[in-house]
């Protein structure tokens, strides 16, 4: 059954501490995307991958940082740096055949730093 | 920048009446436009997408929408809400000639249906 795998759905961490989301796809999509959501300011982007071993910083990206060793693969770390990392994060991914294509997304993680 | 822009954070309708969610884009050449559904807790599902191809474009649910260059809007329709429709919409956009580059949400709009 193809689609996008994000694990855990819930997260719960203490101030200071990294974490690392985790982002599975196993449509063979080549790009891969994470966004944060906040309540009432829609998706904002903060990194982007094309290809393996490449990405892209978005809007938002201080205080993150991704890795894409694998093109099914592209996990976020959120680090102690981000001032305020409580939010529903979303990963997705498409393929890269035209602009018209559309981004699948994951189920989501929501962390909490306590 | 590319940006959408959501009329309303918030829009509330009777179980049967007409729903109708507004976007619209900033640019001067006509994007490519999608409509995307959230409900709680989830990731988000496609509705619908204008790739050019026509201007009325229908997609799943029973959702369409209608892009109007004249009035640079994207708006979301459905004749009839039902109550599963409660759920979060977002609009996004891709500019045209910027190749395949993430999409730009909007702020979203949150539909609740009453009984």
């Known amino acids: 059954d193809g689609g996008i795998t994000q694990s855990p759905k819930y997260l719960f961490r203490k101030e200071g501490q990294n974490v690392t989301l985790s982002c599975e796809q196993n449509?063979?999509?080549?790009?891969m995307y994470w966004y944060r959501q906040d309540p009432g300011q829609g998706l904002r982007l903060i990194y982007y991958?094309?290809?393996?071993?490449?990405?892209q910083k978005g809007d938002i990206a201080e205080g993150y940082s991704v890795s894409r060793e694998k093109k099914e693969s592209f996990p976020l770390t959120v680090t102690s740096a981000q001032k305020n990392p409580t939010a529903f994060y979303l990963c997705a991914s498409s393929i890269l055949l035209a602009n018209t294509d559309t981004q699948y997304f994951g189920p989501g993680t929501r962390l909490t730093v306590l | 920048a590319q940006s959408v822009t959501q009329l309303g954070s918030h829009v509330s309708v009777s179980e049967g009446a007409l729903v109708l969610l507004r976007c619209n884009y900033s640019?001067?050449?006509?994007?490519?436009l999608f409509w995307y559904v959230q409900y709680p807790n989830q990731g988000l599902q496609l509705l619908l997408k204008y790739t050019s191809a026509a201007t009325l474009v229908k997609g799943i649910n029973g959702f369409e929408a209608e892009f109007k260059k004249s009035e640079t809007s994207f708006h979301l329709t459905k004749p009839s809400a039902h109550m599963s429709d409660a759920a979060e919409y977002f609009c996004a956009v891709r500019n045209r000639n910027s190749g395949n580059t993430p999409l730009v949400f909007g702020k979203g709009t949150r539909l609740s249906v009453i009984a």
């Open positions: 449509l063979n999509h080549d790009a």
């Open positions: 991958s094309q290809i393996v071993n490449d990405f």
């Open positions: 640019s001067s050449v006509p994007p490519y």
